[in-house]
């Protein structure tokens, strides 16, 4: 390889795990750039523009979103995730901040759970009802093809941003990333408060009323989980720990996946008071308990994206491949334990318990023979 295309390959590389950004977030662009290599990552990126040119769309692309654009649709397709979304998307705060109108397109299954949402105009599940002549601009994630499918079918002509660009990376800190962006592209200057407000993971609906919390307290816990790695495998006996310590009431979350979890955790703590929500309720009803109990305690998964959206003192769970500065929002109410392991169950029971009773106000006093520590495993208080 010549000299001059090696430094094109490097340049593009660059691009890739180049955070659009004044002062980058948190994130893993270092070790994304080693896993993948160069030559992989430069070749995505000039693939993406390739894409932008033959779409027609490159002539549209804007800086910046004009002070007299009040009328806006994001295009979010990227991130099918709930957790994820609810990141990408919270700075959607910042378009009623500006007095921007704004609509969402996105899949089903994400416009689902924002239908109804405070700060979004209209959402829209099914791009065809989209008409382009109701909008002054497009927010769409960035310039790949995919991203960009929905705008190029039902609005080709409307100017539009892009939130990531060429970046490439999908470890970091994206609810600050993006209200970094977007406050960017809006021309709007954030002190570090306001951005903390718009950065976070939010989740309303218009007319929702302030949830009252429960009394006696209550303690949530959030079961299951999708990837085996982020499953937490020891409820029972931080159940069993927090009942020892006084705790008798408590709400049990998850979806289908979590039955048997939560048959144990029950069998654990016989004549507390369980209130069983497994696969019971929908994500609001999900929320709205979280958002009445006095703690949540969860693994990193898309229910600890939902206690984020409530104001509910939270312990989170991750394993070794995730910072924990990459999934939370700024809060000194939430503490993350994060264990050395690629497995999040090498948190020990113990340890997950004594934060638990720190955050609740209690005398961090385990039973005997509940061990505060494991192999492994170590916690940081955010």
């Not at 039902?154 to 962006?181: C, E, H, I, M, N």
């Not at 790695?229 to 159940?239: I, L, S």
């Not at 309720?281 to 939902?306: K, N, S």
Request: net charge positive.
């Amino acid at each position: 390889m010549s000299d001059s295309a090696g430094s094109l390959l490097q340049a593009w590389a660059r691009r890739g795990v180049t955070q659009p950004i004044d002062r980058p977030v948190p994130s893993d662009d270092a070790a994304f750039l080693a896993k993948k290599g160069a030559p992989k990552i430069a070749f995505r990126v000039a693939k993406h523009r390739l894409e932008l040119a033959a779409s027609g769309q490159r002539v549209l692309l804007a800086e910046r979103i004009d002070p007299g654009w009040v009328r806006a649709v994001w295009f979010h397709a990227e991130a099918p995730q709930i957790g994820d979304a609810l990141m990408d998307l919270a700075p959607r705060s910042l378009f009623a901040a500006r007095g921007v109108a704004l609509d969402l397109v996105a899949p089903a299954r994400i416009a689902s759970v924002f239908r109804g949402d405070r700060w979004f105009a209209r959402v829209i599940g099914d791009r065809r009802e989209v008409v382009a002549a109701n909008y002054d601009v497009a927010i769409v994630d960035s310039v790949s093809w995919r991203a960009l499918a929905a705008k190029r079918a039902v609005a080709p002509r409307l100017p539009w941003v892009t939130v990531l660009g060429d970046y490439l990376a999908y470890d970091f800190q994206r609810g600050s990333f993006a209200a970094r962006r977007l406050a960017a592209l809006l021309q709007m200057q954030l002190d570090p408060a306001a951005e903390r407000l718009h950065a976070r993971q939010k989740l309303q609906r218009a007319g929702d009323v302030e949830v009252v919390r429960d009394d006696p307290p209550r303690i949530a816990i959030a079961l299951g989980g999708v990837r085996a790695e982020r499953t937490y495998g020891h409820w029972p006996a931080v159940a069993q720990a927090l009942r020892a310590a006084g705790h008798t009431r408590f709400a049990l979350l998850g979806s289908d996946n979590a039955k048997a979890a939560a048959a144990a955790v029950k069998a654990a703590i016989p004549g507390a008071d369980v209130l069983d929500l497994v696969a019971a309720t929908d994500l609001h009803g999900t929320q709205q308990a979280m958002a009445r109990c006095a703690l949540v305690l969860c693994a990193d998964g898309g229910l600890l994206h939902l206690a984020c959206t409530t104001t509910t003192p939270t312990v989170a769970l991750f394993d070794a491949s995730i910072d924990p500065a990459w999934r939370l929002p700024v809060d000194d109410a939430i503490t993350s334990l994060r264990c050395a392991q690629p497995d999040v169950s090498g948190v020990a029971a113990g340890l997950v318990a004594e934060r638990a009773l720190a955050l609740l106000g209690r005398p961090a006093v385990l039973p005997s023979g509940a061990s505060a520590g494991g192999a492994g495993s170590a916690g940081e208080i955010r």
